[in-house]
Nanobody
C-alpha cells in the first residue's frame, strides 16, 4: 500500500502549484483523504481534508480561499490546487488516507501517509 505525492517545486510568490497524490496497492475511494504540511522548525499541520465522496471538505484558515482539495476516485488520486502562494506556504506537503469516510483535521485519524513533496515559494 503506497501513497505517492508529487507536483511540488519552486514557485514565485503569487504563483500556483497543483499537488497530486496517487494511491496504489488498494483503493482509497472509500475513505477520507487529507493534505498536511510541515515547514522547517515547525510541527506538521493540516492543510485540507475531504470526505470519501468529496462533498465535505475542511481547510485550515491560512489556506481558505487559496487552496482547493479534490479527488478522482476512479484514478485513486487526490489533488491540492494551490493558488496565490506565499513564502509562508513553503513546506513539505504530505498526503494521507484516513481510517474513516469523513474528513478529519487531526493526524491521528490517518493511517497511511505519502512520502512528501517539497513546495518552496520564493518572495
Amino acid at each position: 500500500v503506497q501513497l505517492q505525492a508529487f507536483g511540488g517545486g519552486l514557485v514565485q510568490a503569487g504563483g500556483s502549484l497543483r499537488l497530486s497524490c496517487a494511491a496504489s496497492g488498494r483503493t482509497f475511494s472509500n475513505v477520507g483523504m487529507g493534505w498536511f504540511r510541515q515547514a522547517p522548525g515547525k510541527e506538521r499541520e493540516i492543510v485540507a481534508a475531504l470526505s470519501w465522496i468529496g462533498h465535505s471538505t475542511y481547510y485550515a484558515d491560512s489556506v481558505k480561499g487559496r487552496f482547493t482539495i479534490s479527488r478522482d476516485n476512479a484514478k485513486n488520486t487526490v489533488y491540492l490546487q494551490m493558488n496565490s502562494l506565499t513564502p509562508e506556504d513553503t513546506a513539505v506537503y504530505y498526503c494521507a488516507a484516513a481510517r474513516g469516510r469523513s474528513y478529519y483535521q487531526y493526524a491521528d485519524s490517518y493511517n497511511y501517509w505519502g512520502q512528501g513533496t517539497l513546495v518552496t515559494v520564493s518572495s
